[in-house]
């Protein structure tokens, strides 16, 4: 319930919020769409290595490994030591679900930032 819940807010926020975005932002290559569902990919990869027990310094090297810039860098170093702040969750389905709600919860917090 809180799935279809968060989703319909994302979908809410990008359909009849548009207009109250930052300017700057729009002007950028990228949609905000698409930065944000960038963020949502990122911290579900992040939360899938966190499952599968990766430790930090491993995540870190991976991090260091795949971004190409600092903004990348940063932006994605917020992300994964706040997924440490999750615990490892027992059962294939309940990694997935806490993936996909934190996926989420991390694209809708993206979205609500570019709101003035």
Do not use: W
Request: some cysteine; aromatic content about 12%; overall charge neutral.
């Amino acid at each position: 319930m809180k799935t279809i819940l968060m989703r319909n807010l994302v979908v809410f926020l990008i359909t009849f919020s548009l207009p109250l975005f930052s300017q700057d932002t729009i002007n950028n290559g990228k949609s905000i769409a698409d930065n944000c569902r960038e963020v949502g990919k990122i911290a579900q990869s992040f939360m899938t290595f966190r499952q599968m027990g990766m430790e930090y310094n491993a995540m870190e090297e991976t991090l260091k490994a795949t971004t190409k810039s600092i903004d990348e860098y940063i932006r994605g170093k917020v992300i994964f030591e706040d997924v440490f702040e999750y615990p490892i969750v027992q059962g294939k389905e309940e990694k997935q679900q806490i993936t996909v709600h934190y996926s989420e919860y991390k694209a809708g917090e993206c979205l609500m930032g570019y709101i003035k």
